[in-house]
Nanobody
Framework: VQLQASGGGLVQAGGSLRLSCTVS????????IGWFRQAPGGQREGVSI????????VYADSVKDRFTMSVDKAKNTVHLQMESLKPEDTGIYHC???????????????????WGQGTQVTVSS
């Protein structure tokens, strides 16, 4: 199983980016998948997460109403649409997968089966 994240870049505050995480070698039947970010000098934090057992994605308070996570099962790809970006959104964004559908465990980083390599998002003020 491999996760390939893409779509990062440099954008001005208020701008938008769309991240994608393409998963190979895995079928989206039972899963939990999330986006995590790490700012320079900071700890890795959860941004958004969704699972086969949950209804809607869950978002960190800091990105709620600005970010939208979705899954395209036909393309084995998860997207993160980011709007109204702020300088504090800057960081390396990773996608991570739990193959048992353990949403809480994945969110708490207690059970990550696979990590993507990360894509850099830089928001200038």
């Amino acid at each position: 199983v491999q996760l390939q994240a893409s779509g990062g870049g440099l954008v001005q505050a208020g701008g938008s980016l769309r991240l994608s995480c393409t998963v190979s070698g895995f079928t989206f039947d039972t899963y939990a998948i999330g986006w995590f970010r790490q700012a320079p000098g900071g700890q890795r934090e959860g941004v958004s997460i969704m699972s086969s057992g949950a209804g809607n994605p869950v978002y960190a308070d800091s990105v709620k109403d600005r970010f939208t996570m979705s899954v395209d099962k036909a393309k084995n790809t998860v997207h993160l649409q980011m709007e109204s970006l702020k300088p504090e959104d800057t960081g390396i964004y990773h996608c991570a997968l739990n193959t048992r559908g353990w949403l809480v465990a994945l969110w708490q980083l207690r059970s990550v089966n696979y990590w993507g390599q990360g894509t850099q998002v830089t928001v200038s003020s």
